[in-house]
């Protein structure tokens, strides 16, 4: 089984990076695991909401590629169905045991577009709340982790 995390933009924080490592390193001893950086679209104008509509098409596009159909696609969401730790560890533990890899999709600022949502196995969402992309693949990581141990 294989995991692989990807998401837009890169980890500017160096603290950050020094534990995004460490929960790789631990991770790895369970599951071979990556990390795919793509590159977000730029917008403009926030207000705008055609361009808005055309940076999460042109998003999209790039995210396309990763999905595969005998993998299972989790898409880390605000409007994804909410669950907690022990939900979460339960669907990695379904998943390894009929040898799936999975894929996490973390959207860009503005989520993602409903090609995208049409295509995943799984909408899930970790909270109301909103965070930064640096923080969240932190969380992500440590859920995985947590999941295995």
Same mark, same amino acid.
């Given at each position: 089984?294989?995991?692989?995390?990807?998401?837009?933009? +890169?980890?500017? +924080?160096?603290?950050?990076?020094?534990?995004?490592?460490?929960?790789?390193?631990? /991770?790895?001893?369970?599951?071979?695991?990556?990390?795919?950086?793509?590159?977000?679209?730029?917008?403009?104008?926030?207000?705008?909401?055609?361009?808005?509509?055309?940076?999460?098409?042109?998003?999209?596009?790039?995210?396309?590629?990763?999905?595969? +159909?005998?993998?299972?696609? /989790?898409?880390?969401?605000?409007?994804?169905?909410?669950?907690?730790?022990?939900?979460?560890?339960?669907?990695?533990?379904?998943? /390894?045991?009929?040898?799936?890899?999975?894929n996490f999709f973390i959207g860009s600022s503005h989520g993602f577009h409903e090609i995208i949502k049409s295509?995943?196995?799984?909408? /899930?969402?970790?909270?109301d709340l909103t965070f930064n992309k640096q923080i969240f693949r932190l969380m992500i990581l440590e859920q995985?982790?947590?999941?295995?141990?």
């Amino acid at each position: 089984m294989k995991i692989k995390i990807i998401c837009f933009g +890169n980890i500017k +924080n160096k603290n950050i990076t020094m534990l995004i490592n460490d929960y790789l390193s631990k /991770i790895s001893h369970f599951s071979k695991i990556e990390i795919l950086e793509i590159d977000e679209e730029k917008i403009t104008n926030e207000e705008n909401s055609g361009e808005t509509k055309a940076a999460l098409y042109k998003e999209s596009l790039k995210l396309l590629n990763h999905f595969k +159909n005998n993998d299972y696609n /989790i898409l880390l969401d605000l409007e994804g169905k909410k669950i907690d730790s022990v939900e979460f560890s339960k669907i990695i533990e379904n998943q /390894i045991n009929i040898s799936k890899n999975i894929n996490f999709f973390i959207g860009s600022s503005h989520g993602f577009h409903e090609i995208i949502k049409s295509k995943s196995s799984l909408n /899930i969402s970790f909270s109301d709340l909103t965070f930064n992309k640096q923080i969240f693949r932190l969380m992500i990581l440590e859920q995985n982790y947590r999941a295995f141990t």
